[in-house]
């Protein structure tokens, strides 16, 4: 046990003075399933960044509202667009402090130069902070945000004009997404007169609840309470992300008590969990998706007969059996029934391995193939369990001649192996970032997304294309709803992915922590939390 835990640990189980009884109560610990791989959401795809770094470290212009899911505001207080759709004006919140740390004391609040900073470095390949990093941020890259928004302007020190190229009904809710964050501005100029611009994503600076204290790369995570946080007090004096790949680990923790709020706990632990006096279990609908991606720009997936032979032989229902042990439910089309874009009468096809293997034949493979089936390590928001997924998979496809060989990928290298290309298939998914059914088939199917690795599938489709844009530019919800139905059929005409299942989003905690709540889209909430 890590010597800090201990000291905590310690604390509550043996006997101390008034001021540690105090700071165990202001104190969480939360016992996430891996670390991130930056400080900034903004580079992120990966739900363990997001999860410790979205709400805990920044806000954005706008929140969703968890009841209506319509926008709300957060460091905009209005908006206003122009009559064309192409200008949108937001008033920001007046007074707002960014985090003071050991590696930056702001001189001001934040202002509308932040705001221009924070959008203007992902739409300008110029700007000195676009390619730092790296220059990728995948889910603007993916949603082509720059070719959308040609200015970001400030119209006054509490005002900002956002100009697009065209209409886009999305727009207002891609700016909500946990990848929306404001930083500062002074603190990057800061940091590029010293040389060091790499810094703002490593050490970060943002106007969230939480500030960073102490990173110990793979093991813990340290934030201090921000004694100026907008919204109010945060009941909560420190946070602390303790990384613990291993699912049964963190649920070990969570029943010692070492471990007050556990991320995605394993299907199989539900009974566990239910039946413990000490813990609660909380869910949620979830707006996600597990699927079977396959790489249509490689043979023998280039072939709808092969990947509908495929969807046929896989039982969805022994999936969500064996790795969701029924928490969930079977995925029709990539959008969830819970989605207003859902379409009902797209069905996928019932198991039938004479028709998959007659399939095959057509397509002149009547002795199969072997393939390679990427995995994810660990588990997912959308899957609990990657690697038992794609052992049924293998079992499923092996009788129809396709041999199937796994191989389990930590995040990084699976997000690499995708965006170079080669793959034959991989298990993959997403987890919405707002209720907009744009969020998740662009980002899982447009050819914008094949770049930037979120359309591991590489499918990109002209008459899809055309209905999503459509969609976009709809003057009303009805035709919206309209051109999304006929995007989902187009999708399941061609099957470039196998849609899977459908799970809740689930957090297990002690019974002695209230204020938690979770969201159907987009990374976990902690500043409400506190402890009785």
Known sequence: MRYWLCW?????LTGCDDSDQQLVKESLLYCAEGAPFTFNPQLAASTQTLDATAHQLYDRLLDINPDTLQPMPAL???WERSDDGLRYRFTLRPGVPF???DWFTPTRPLNADDVVFSYQRLINSQHPFHHVSGGHYPFFDSIGLSELVTQVHALGPLEVEFVLSRPNASFITNLATDYGVILSAEYAGQLLAAGTP???DQKPVGTGPFYLARYRIDDFIRYYRHPGYWRGNVALSQLVFDITPKSSKRLAKLLTGE??????PGASQMSVIKQH???????????NVSVLALNTQKAPFDDVRVRKAMAMALSRDDILQAVFFGIGSKAESVLPPVSWGYDPNVLMPLPDIGRARWLLEQAGLNNGFTMTLLVPAGSRGYNPDGLKTGQLIQRRLGEIGIKVRLQSLEEQILRREL???GQDAVLTGWSADNPDPDNML????????????????RWCNPLFEQQLAAALTAPNLSERIGFYHRALNIVHLDMPLIPLTHTLKQQAHRRTVKGLQLQPYGGVVLYRAYKE
Do not use: F, K, W, Y
Request: glycine share 4%.
């Open 8 to 12: 905590l640990i310690a604390l509550l």
């Open 76 to 78: 905009a207080t209005n």
């Open 99 to 101: 985090h003071r740390t």
């Open 198 to 200: 790499e810094l703002i």
């Open 259 to 264: 471990c007050d709020v556990m991320a995605h």
């Open 277 to 287: 006096p000490e813990l609660v279990l909380s869910q949620a609908t979830g707006m």
């Open 419 to 421: 965006q170079n290309a």
């Open 442 to 457: 662009h980002n899982l199917l447009s050819c914008q997304a094949i770049d930037v690795g979120t359309n591991a599938s």
